[in-house]
C-alpha cells in the first residue's frame, strides 16, 4: 500500500465522516455520548485549531483532532487520533501533525496515552521518539462511555512529543537515527514483573529499573477483570511513582517494558 493522503478537514460532511470513524475505533456504551462530535470539530477547525483526516484510495482511514494548549504559542494537544490498524496511518497523521505545528512556530505536541496497552507505548516511544513526562491518574474519570475503556479506571500518561529533538527528527526521517543506550537496559533491574499472569512489584534502588506491562491489556479487562484492576493500580504505583519523584522513560521494549531512569 503506498502512504495514505493527509489533509485538513474544514466541511461538515467530512467531520460526520470522522464521526463515523471514531465510532468504529472506539465503539459506544448504548445510550452515552461520542468521543467527539461534528458540533465540537467544527468549533475547533473555526477557532484555527487542528483538525485533519487520512485518505486511501478516496476512504477516510484516519483522523486527528488537536488544538493549542500550554504554554500558549508553544504546544498543541493532540485529544485525539484514530486510524485502521496495521497500515501506517497513524504515523502519517503524526507527521502531518508535526509539520502543521512546526507551520506554526509550535515547539512540542503532547497527547494522552494508556500506559498499559503495550502497542500504543510502543509507537508512541519508540516509532514516534515521544517521551512520557506525567503519570495522570484516572483522568477522564471512572465514566469513559466507550467499549473499549469502559469499566477500567482511565489512568493515562502524558507524552511529550519535542518537535526538533533529535530522536524525533531520527523517527521522521530528518536525521540519522541515534544509538540506543544498550548499557542502560544492560543493566537495570526489575521493578515490576509478571508472573502468573499478574503483576508484582519488586523492591530496588538500581538507577535504571524495567517496568513490565501485560501483553494484551484490552484483552485481559474482558476475560480477567480483576487481573486488569490489579496491572493497572501496581503500574499506577510503580510507574506513575517513579515519574512523580522526577524518574524520565528512556525506552520501552516491546516484551521487557518501560525502561526508566531515576536521574539524569
Known sequence: MGDPVVRELHELDEFREVERLYDEIWPQVAGQGRVLTVELMRALDHAGNYVAGAYRDGRLVGATVAFFGA????????????????????FALKRHQRDWALARGLRRITWTFDPL???????????????????????????????????????RV??????????????????????RDADAGARAESALVERDGRPVPVRTDAEVVRVAVPSDIETLRRVDPEAAAAWRSALREVLGGLLDAGARVIDFDREAGYLVARRG
Not at 504554554?71 to 497513524?90: Q, Y
Not at 500504543?120 to 466507550?146: H, I, Q, S, T
Not at 518537535?163 to 540519522?176: F, I, K, M, Q, Y
Open 117 to 155: 496497552v503495550r502497542r500504543n507505548a510502543y509507537f508512541n516511544l519508540v516509532k514516534l521518539g515521544a517521551r512520557p513526562e506525567e503519570y495522570l491518574p484516572n483522568f477522564y474519570g471512572d465514566d469513559m462511555v466507550d467499549a473499549v475503556n469502559s469499566g477500567d479506571r482511565s489512568d
Open 158 to 179: 502524558l507524552a511529550v512529543w519535542r518537535l526538533t529533538d533529535p530522536r524525533v527528527r531520527a523517527a521522521v526521517g530528518e536525521a540519522e537515527p541515534a544509538v
Open 71 to 90: 504554554p500558549i504559542g508553544e504546544t498543541l494537544h493532540s485529544h485525539a487520533t484514530g486510524a485502521v490498524a496495521g497500515s501506517g496511518v497513524g
